[in-house]
């Protein structure tokens, strides 16, 4: 629930910055996207918050592998 903007217009800054301040080794962090039953909700935050939290993880030695199987099968 940390991605969540209650109430408020999602802003990727406010998101990216909540979870890197949250995440901690073994997380998996899933962002969401926007309401499921709106195939015109506004998703660029989503996009843009990722953007955003990688390298800040990154900087703090997080490292990024995919969850299950080999991430070049299709």
Known sequence: ???????RRPRAD???R???GKASAGDIIVIHDGHHRDPH??????????RQLVPI??????AFDA????ADEP
Request: glycine share 6%; with cysteine; hydrophobic share 55%.
């Open 14 to 16: 406010r998101v990216a």
């Open 57 to 62: 993880l990154r900087a703090r030695g997080f």
């Open 1 to 7: 629930m940390w991605d969540w903007d209650w109430w």
């Open 67 to 70: 969850l299950c199987g080999d």
């Open 18 to 20: 909540r979870l890197a």
């Open 41 to 50: 909700a506004d998703r660029r935050h989503a996009a843009e918050a990722v």
